[in-house]
């Protein structure tokens, strides 16, 4: 048995595909399960298990004839015998009986299934995660979706133990505060708004030093993010800079944080699948579709849809009486 996934989005989306991969192995044990992602996503699947390759293609990119052809050409040689596909155009469909997969599984809308064999229908008013395993319904599978979960290499939880040595977190057990506040260039180059002020994160974070002084903080400054973190250490002395080359080493980090403070990221995801409490900010952006219904994982909604009308007393009412 052989199983292709076709996974377009970021890294963030292939973490919420996670539960449905893990059920796919679960549902067919022997299994080979390969996926199809955007060239940006590969770095997620360090942390899933559930998942034999990995396979690049821009979907999203410009791709001519022969890019396709490619595609179509090594999917074919995986000759394989399920093929899901996130999506609800018609072209998913045709996409996938061009690579010649016997069944054929994806999202409809309506009542129109256009060479899909397994089509299930679009609920998109719930958690993201449980809507792509939905997808698991055209193979009768139709358990709850499992909870977001990673597995973190042990190299990588290593180096997150010398990291928090090196700047002094987690001292005597106390634990830290971790802050999450850049955006992807992807994200950027859309006008996706997700990056919240510089002078509010330093109201936020004078509050907490007030009130706590022993509790270190720590910002995470991704390969994207120079500016941003700059701009923070400026404004905010005393907290400490990370920088984890790989998704692995930041889910350790997240892992081992007390509280983190974040936008709506690929890193909010991680901290939901290592069950650590956080508090998100969501600009245009919905909560109840991306977080799961648990009191460990709180979502601020902006009022005005814009991240950076978020108060910073509503950050803090969560953070000490949330």
Same mark, same amino acid.
Do not use: C, S
């Given at each position: 048995m052989r199983v292709v996934a076709l996974v377009p989005g970021?890294?963030? =989306?292939?973490? $919420?595909?996670?539960?449905?991969?893990? =059920?796919?192995?679960?549902?067919?044990p022997e299994a080979e399960v390969d996926v199809v992602?955007?060239?940006r996503a590969r770095a997620a699947y360090r942390v899933c298990p559930h998942v034999d390759r990995v396979l690049a293609f821009d979907f999203k990119g410009r791709n001519g004839?022969? =890019?396709? $052809?490619?595609? $179509?050409g090594v999917v074919r040689d995986g000759e394989y015998d399920i093929g899901l596909s996130l999506g609800s155009s018609w072209t998913v469909g045709f996409l996938l009986w061009l690579m010649g997969i016997p069944v054929r599984v994806s999202f409809m809308k309506g009542t129109k299934s256009t060479l $899909?064999?397994?089509?299930?229908q679009l609920n998109p008013d719930q958690y993201a995660a449980a809507l792509y395993h939905d997808l698991l319904k055209g193979l009768g599978v139709t358990t709850p979706a499992p909870d977001l979960k990673v597995s973190i290499p042990r190299s990588d939880l290593e180096w997150a133990e010398g990291e928090r040595q090196r700047l002094g977190l987690d001292t005597a057990g106390a634990g830290y505060i971790l802050i999450h506040g850049g955006s992807s260039q992807m994200a950027r180059t859309k006008g996706i708004d997700k990056i919240y002020p510089v002078e509010k994160w330093q109201q936020v974070i004078q509050n907490i030093q007030t009130r706590q002084p022993d509790l270190p903080i720590a910002i995470v400054q991704g390969p994207e993010d120079q500016e941003w973190a700059a701009a923070m250490l400026q404004s905010c002395p005393g907290i400490k800079v990370t920088s984890p080359d790989d998704i692995g080493k930041l889910a350790a980090l997240i892992a081992a944080a007390s509280l983190m403070l974040c936008t709506d990221s690929?890193?909010?995801?991680?901290?939901?699948?290592v069950k650590t409490y956080l508090v998100a900010l969501f600009g245009p952006t919905d909560p109840a579709k991306l977080l799961p219904c648990d009191d460990r994982f709180i979502g601020i909604k902006s009022p005005t849809g814009q991240i950076a009308d978020i108060a910073p007393e509503k950050i803090l009412e969560k953070i000490w009486g949330g």
């Open positions: 970021g890294i963030g =989306d292939q973490i $919420l595909f996670f539960p449905t991969l893990e =059920d796919v192995k679960r549902q067919y992602v955007e060239p004839p022969a =890019d396709w $052809l490619n595609l $179509l $899909l064999t397994n089509p299930v690929a890193p909010m995801h991680l901290g939901v699948a």
